[in-house]
């Protein structure tokens, strides 16, 4: 159950707006309280949904302690039990957020991310240059993984030092936090739908398009497509970026940009804008060389799109069940942070990198990784089952009710 915080807060009127997960699997629908019945008889049809998130508690009327105001600490990860008699129990799954090891490795990487485009600025070969570029790549594979548990609220358990490490984080990818922290969450609505169905094709599908696509992925382009993104939230008004996305699919980026919520806009700007200064303070200070610095992140667009989907690659059509834990060199999965038990991690969101593995191998057998990425080469194959229907975007539309 919810920890009462201790020490017992002062009455207060206020309402503490929390995002909260609710996991469960197969749940009875009759069971669930009045504020989420009706949101979770929409979902009744997907069996493994297994992450609704709620914008506000607000909305569904959390637990209060004993003098009525709302529980300001909320841990990030716990679960939902439903009892006929009972009110809603909100119980830890037991699995405690690495808060020290993730601060230190996200300060780590960023110590590391200056050194590296300081030296490679200061090498006088193209070749040393190309070596640092590539070990660069590398590192900041760890960084996207610290970012990604960041967007789920799992790298930290407290909510402030959660958004403050994901902006490190975000620093050097670079992109800023509040967009990514937003935009993230419809790959798990879209996943393996026909919207994100990148390794698939269908009859009346533009086979040129479907392989140029997808062999764009593997090369490198998509990489590029997120700090635009940024861009064009940070310096776009919104009647533009309505017009030019509204017609977007909604399992695209795109989509969300020109639906975006005004405070994610104006915390993205806010974002950006320090993100430059704090790139421009750093340019001037260690007089770093754009061509070096474009060669880091040329690697690192490569390495990291490159791996984007072999999680998803020819997985089974549904969005939740739609990935691969995958075997990987025991150093590789550790740098990767867990990255490759991906199927672990659609299934339980909410629970952070470090605990993946100990969520058990499924029932899926485990592919290696090298092995399923060389036969991502082999091009997309023709699709043999349609696609499963996405999960609904509530945070979305009770962030736009509020606004």
């Given at each position: 159950?919810?920890?009462?915080?201790?020490?017992?807060p002062?009455?207060?009127?206020?309402?503490?707006?929390?995002?909260?997960?609710?996991?469960?699997?197969?749940?009875?629908?009759?069971?669930?309280?009045?504020?989420?019945?009706?949101?979770?008889?929409?979902?009744?049809n997907?069996?493994n949904?297994?992450?609704?998130?709620?914008?506000?508690?607000?909305?569904?009327?959390?637990?209060?302690?004993?003098?009525?105001?709302?529980?300001?600490?909320?841990?990030?990860?716990?679960?939902?039990?439903?009892?006929?008699?009972?009110?809603v129990?909100?119980t830890?799954?037991g699995?405690?957020?690495?808060?020290?090891?993730?601060?230190?490795?996200?300060?780590?990487?960023s110590?590391?991310?200056?050194?590296?485009?300081?030296?490679?600025s200061?090498?006088?070969?193209?070749?040393?240059?190309?070596?640092?570029?590539?070990?660069?790549?590398?590192?900041?594979?760890?960084?996207?993984?610290?970012?990604?548990?960041?967007?789920?609220?799992?790298?930290h358990?407290?909510?402030?030092a959660?958004?403050?490490?994901?902006?490190?984080?975000?620093?050097w990818?670079?992109?800023?936090?509040?967009?990514?922290?937003?935009?993230?969450r419809?790959?798990?609505?879209?996943?393996?739908t026909?919207?994100?169905?990148?390794?698939?094709?269908?009859?009346?599908?533009?086979?040129?398009?479907?392989?140029?696509?997808?062999?764009s992925?593997?090369g490198?382009?998509?990489?590029?497509?997120?700090?635009?993104?940024?861009?064009?939230?940070?310096?776009?008004?919104?009647?533009?970026?309505?017009r030019?996305?509204?017609?977007a699919?909604?399992?695209?980026?795109?989509?969300?940009m020109?639906?975006?919520?005004?405070g994610?806009?104006?915390?993205t700007?806010?974002?950006?804008?320090?993100?430059?200064?704090?790139?421009?303070?750093?340019?001037?200070?260690?007089?770093?060389?754009?061509?070096?610095?474009?060669?880091?992140?040329?690697?690192?667009?490569?390495?990291?799109?490159?791996?984007?989907?072999?999680?998803?690659?020819?997985?089974?059509?549904?969005?939740?069940?739609?990935?691969?834990?995958l075997?990987?060199?025991?150093?590789?999965?550790?740098?990767?942070?867990?990255?490759?038990?991906?199927?672990?991690h659609?299934?339980?969101?909410?629970?952070?990198?470090?605990?993946?593995?100990?969520?058990?191998?499924?029932?899926?057998?485990?592919?290696?990784y090298?092995?399923?990425?060389?036969?991502?080469?082999?091009?997309?194959?023709?699709?043999?089952?349609?696609?499963?229907?996405?999960i609904?975007?509530e945070?979305?539309?009770?962030?736009?009710?509020?606004?």
């Amino acid at each position: 159950m919810i920890g009462v915080p201790n020490a017992a807060p002062k009455a207060n009127p206020t309402v503490y707006e929390h995002r909260v997960q609710l996991v469960y699997r197969h749940t009875n629908v009759e069971l669930a309280p009045p504020c989420l019945s009706s949101r979770l008889t929409r979902f009744e049809n997907h069996s493994n949904l297994v992450s609704y998130r709620a914008a506000h508690v607000r909305k569904c009327h959390p637990a209060k302690d004993q003098s009525g105001t709302f529980f300001r600490s909320v841990p990030r990860t716990f679960s939902m039990s439903l009892h006929e008699s009972a009110p809603v129990v909100w119980t830890p799954l037991g699995l405690p957020i690495p808060n020290r090891l993730n601060i230190v490795l996200v300060l780590t990487v960023s110590a590391a991310a200056i050194g590296m485009l300081t030296w490679v600025s200061h090498v006088g070969s193209w070749w040393a240059a190309l070596g640092i570029a590539v070990l660069f790549s590398y590192l900041m594979l760890t960084n996207y993984a610290l970012l990604h548990d960041a967007t789920h609220e799992t790298l930290h358990d407290d909510r402030r030092a959660n958004r403050a490490l994901g902006f490190i984080a975000g620093l050097w990818f670079p992109v800023p936090f509040s967009m990514i922290h937003f935009t993230h969450r419809s790959h798990h609505r879209f996943n393996r739908t026909d919207a994100e169905m990148f390794d698939c094709y269908y009859p009346t599908d533009n086979r040129f398009l479907k392989y140029f696509q997808w062999f764009s992925i593997l090369g490198g382009l998509f990489w590029p497509l997120v700090p635009i993104g940024a861009l064009l939230i940070t310096f776009f008004p919104r009647s533009i970026r309505t017009r030019l996305f509204s017609s977007a699919s909604p399992s695209r980026g795109l989509y969300y940009m020109a639906r975006i919520p005004d405070g994610v806009v104006r915390r993205t700007r806010l974002e950006t804008i320090a993100m430059i200064i704090v790139w421009s303070l750093m340019w001037w200070l260690l007089a770093w060389r754009w061509e070096m610095v474009l060669l880091c992140y040329a690697c690192f667009a490569v390495n990291w799109s490159t791996r984007q989907y072999i999680t998803h690659a020819f997985t089974p059509r549904d969005v939740v069940d739609g990935a691969f834990n995958l075997r990987h060199f025991r150093w590789m999965d550790w740098l990767l942070l867990h990255g490759p038990w991906d199927l672990n991690h659609h299934r339980h969101p909410d629970v952070s990198w470090y605990h993946l593995p100990s969520l058990g191998e499924g029932d899926v057998p485990r592919r290696h990784y090298i092995s399923q990425y060389l036969r991502q080469w082999r091009g997309p194959v023709p699709a043999d089952t349609p696609g499963p229907t996405p999960i609904r975007d509530e945070l979305l539309e009770d962030l736009q009710d509020l606004e």
